[in-house]
C-alpha cells in the first residue's frame, strides 16, 4: 500500500509554531514514529510552502498511489488550483487539520479540498494523521 503525506504551507515548522495549537514535536520525529508504527504500508512526506509544488506533487502522485493524506494548511481556505486538483487525480485523498478549524476563525471553516475528498478529519492533533493511516489500510 503506497500512501503519501502532503503537507502545506507553514507545517515544516511545527514543534515551534504556536506549540498550544499545533504541539511540540516536530513533523519529522512524528514522521518516522509513524513509518515504523505502519510498517507494513509504504508511506512517504512531502511538504512545500510553495502553492504550485503542491499542485505539481498531487497530480505527480495521484493516478499511482493508493491514497493520499492532505494537510493543505493555509490554502485549504484559499487555493481553488488545489481543490481543483484533489478533484482532477484519481488517488483518494484524505484531508487533515491538526486544530479544529471549526472553533477558530471563520475563514478557516471554508475548505476548497474537502468536497473533492474521501473524508476530512481535524481537531485531533498529529493523532489525525494517523487516523488517517489507518482509514486506508
Ligand atoms: C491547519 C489549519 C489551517 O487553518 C492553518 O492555516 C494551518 C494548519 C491545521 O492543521 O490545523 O496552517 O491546516
Known amino acids: 500500500m503506497k500512501l503519501i503525506i502532503i503537507n502545506g504551507p507553514n507545517l515544516n515548522l ?9 504541539g511540540s514535536k516536530t513533523f519529522e520525529d512524528f514522521f518516522s ?3 515504523f ?5 509504504q508511506l512517504e512526506y512531502f511538504q ?8 505539481d506533487k498531487l ?3 495521484g493516478f499511482s498511489y493508493d491514497g493520499i493524506i492532505l494537510n493543505a494548511a493555509a490554502y485549504t481556505h484559499t487555493s481553488v488550483g488545489l481543490g481543483d486538483a484533489v478533484k482532477a487525480i484519481e488517488s483518494p485523498v484524505v484531508e487533515v487539520h491538526i486544530s479544529n ?8 471553516h471554508e475548505s476548497h479540498i474537502s468536497a473533492g475528498a474521501r473524508g476530512v478529519i481535524f481537531g485531533f492533533g498529529l493523532q489525525g494523521y494517523e487516523l488517517a493511516v489507518r482509514s486506508f489500510l
Do not use: H, T
Open 101 to 108: 478549524i471549526a472553533s477558530r476563525e471563520p475563514f478557516r
Open 59 to 61: 497530480q505527480e502522485v
Open 14 to 22: 511545527l514543534g515551534k509554531r504556536e506549540p498550544e495549537l499545533y
Open 37 to 41: 508504527k505502519f510498517r507494513e504500508a
Open 48 to 55: 512545500s510552502n510553495i502553492e504550485g509544488e503542491l499542485i
Open 33 to 35: 514514529q509513524l513509518q
